[in-house]
């Protein structure tokens, strides 16, 4: 019984410490024919259905100049309008995932080939409080605990 006990803080270490080889990371790949075809995945090769597109123009970067969501297959097409140049920025989202990719705009139309995409993080784990050091500090605060409760007993 009282070895069980111990194990308690181990077992709590261990289950606090975030693992993200379990996370499945968004990579959006693109195609330029007559529009820009993007098709967003999952580091398991699923597609991004139904994820959240979101595009902002250079010209008003804190507005959204079009919204919409990818396909059954993790695809969206979408044309950048040739008289607003500059950095477009668009942004991929869903449950916790996203991606983001910058496309450069001039007279011309997309500079295809400086299409950037930004170090991206995945919002699931970036937001987890817990860190190694939080994790041992737990278990050991827990083993106190179960301890200081084991010889009062």
Sequence with gaps: MKKTLLLLPVLLG???????????????????????????????GEPAKKAKVIIYAPNNPDEPW??????????????PDNSIPGEWEVEFEQEGHGDILTVPVNEKGVDFNNISQED????????????PLSSLLITAGVGAACLICWRKS
């Design 14 to 44: 261990i289950l606090a410490t975030p693992a993200k080889t379990l996370a499945h990371a968004m990579q959006t790949n693109f195609n330029f024919i007559d529009e820009l075809e993007f098709q967003s995945v999952y580091s398991s």
């Design 66 to 79: 079009m919204v919409g969501e990818t396909d059954e297959e993790g695809r969206f097409s979408f044309l």
């Design 120 to 131: 991206n993080t995945d919002i699931h784990y970036s937001s987890m409080p817990l860190n």
